[in-house]
Each structure stands twice: as structure tokens, then as C-alpha cells.
T-cell receptor
Framework: KAGVTQTPRYLIKTRGQQVTLSCSPISGHRSVSWYQQTPGQGLQFLFEYFSETQRNKGNFPGRFSGRQFSNSRSEMNVSTLELGDSALYLC????????????????FGPGTRLTVL | KNQVEQSPQSLIILEGKNCTLQCNYTVSPFSNLRWYKQDTGRGPVSLTIMTFSENTKSNGRYTATLDADTKQSSLHITASQLSDSASYICVAFYGNNRLAFGKGNQVVVIP
């Protein structure tokens, strides 16, 4: 079974531009989460989508948005890029069998390395 | 404040030796605690997931412990190998699927 894939793997943008990152989850997985990872802050949670609905959201400004499609693929968008947005953006998928609390194993993709100049 | 603290920040160990990584969390209400391994340039890989009622869980040479009373977890690596060189990240889930991340333990295994 193919793992989580993210495209593109590397991206260079300039301040003020916008960017869209894509994530294809493992087949059958319905939950997709996005994370930002930087050397200073470590991993930070952006948002989670389940069945095309944002189910959970971290503390990021509105410039960060996402969506999920009916096939569970997800995209995240960052508008008006700032230098501080340079980071590794990770996507993770899980089965989301249901129930609370969730103890589903998350499977991470390799990430998209975004550099803002 | 809901947060996770990991120690030591980094350590160097000789191949074949054991080591223990620490994770202290202050989240409420606690749901579960996870350890991930992240190799350089790769996404994290799940090692263990422990809920309130579990105090030990193993995954090969990795053994995680959880003390819900003291809000501490540890990850023990037995007979370290060069491939264990990585960052180990502790994540506490709490509330309605909220997350608190540690900054990671950077482990370097030398021959």
C-alpha cells in the first residue's frame, strides 16, 4: 500500500506570494492533518480534515487555510507569504475509525520544504 | 498551560548502549501520549501510543512508559544501533483531539 505522498517536495517563493501544497493520504484513510515544523518551534499543528470538513484547528493566522476533497486528498494554502513561513510542512493521514479519544496511528508524508525569500 | 517538555535536548551514545529519553507533560484532560521517531529529511514515524490505562508499551527495541500520576513518560532504547540516530518527538493528545508537542530529543549513535 502506498504511503502518504506530498507534492511538491521543495518550493521557493518570495514574500507576498501565495502557495498551495498537496497531500494524498494512504488509501482508505479519511483523516488528514497538517503540521508546520521549524527548528525553533518544532512541530506545530495547523488543522485536521475529516470527510471534507475541518474538524480541528491550531493557532495559526487566517492566511493558512486548507480543504479536503471527496477522495480524501487535501490541500493547504498559505497566502501573503512571510519570511517566517519558511518551514517543513508535513501531512499525516489516519484511518479515523471513529470514537473518542482518537488513538489512530498517524502516518506522515515526507513533507514539503518551503523557503520564502 | 498545555505543554510538553523533553529532556535531554540532545545526547550522543555509543552503539550497543542503552539510553532513556524523558517527556513531561502538563495537558488536561489527558487523552493519550505518543512517541515518534524522525530521521533527518523524513516525516515522523509513530513508535508508540499510550492511553491513560497503559503504563508500558514496546515496539522492538523501543519501550515507552507512562506515569499518568506524575505526568511523565520515557522512551528507552535498548542496544542502540546507528539507525537509531534521529529526533524523538513526544506528543500529548488532550481534550477534543488537541495536541501539544515536545521539541524533540536529538539522539546521535556513534560506532
Amino acid at each position: 500500500k502506498a504511503g502518504v505522498t506530498q507534492t511538491p517536495r521543495y518550493l521557493i517563493k518570495t514574500r507576498g506570494q501565495q502557495v498551495t501544497l498537496s497531500c494524498s493520504p494512504i488509501s482508505g484513510h479519511r483523516s488528514v492533518s497538517w503540521y508546520q515544523q521549524t527548528p525553533g518551534q518544532g512541530l506545530q499543528f495547523l488543522f485536521e480534515y475529516f470527510s471534507e470538513t475541518q474538524r480541528n484547528k491550531g493557532n495559526f493566522p487566517g492566511r493558512f487555510s486548507g480543504r479536503q476533497f471527496s477522495n480524501s486528498r487535501s490541500e493547504m494554502n498559505v497566502s501573503t507569504l512571510e519570511l517566517g513561513d519558511s518551514a517543513l510542512y508535513l501531512c499525516a493521514s489516519s484511518l479515523a475509525k471513529g470514537g473518542h479519544p482518537s488513538t489512530d496511528t498517524q502516518y506522515f508524508g515526507p513533507g514539503t520544504r518551503l523557503t520564502v525569500l | 498551560k498545555n505543554q510538553v517538555e523533553q529532556s535531554p535536548q540532545s545526547l550522543i551514545i555509543l552503539e550497543g548502549k542503552n539510553c532513556t529519553l524523558q517527556c513531561n507533560y502538563t495537558v488536561s484532560p489527558f487523552s493519550n501520549l505518543r512517541w515518534y521517531k524522525q530521521d533527518t529529511g523524513r516525516g515522523p514515524v509513530s513508535l508508540t501510543i499510550m492511553t491513560f490505562s497503559e503504563n508500558t508499551k514496546s515496539n522492538g527495541r523501543y519501550t515507552a512508559t507512562l506515569d499518568a500520576d506524575t505526568k511523565q513518560s520515557s522512551l528507552h532504547i535498548t542496544a542502540s544501533q546507528l539507525s537509531d540516530s534521529a529526533s524523538y518527538i513526544c506528543v500529548a493528545f488532550y481534550g477534543n483531539n488537541r495536541l501539544a508537542f515536545g521539541k524533540g530529543n536529538q539522539v546521535v549513535v556513534i560506532p
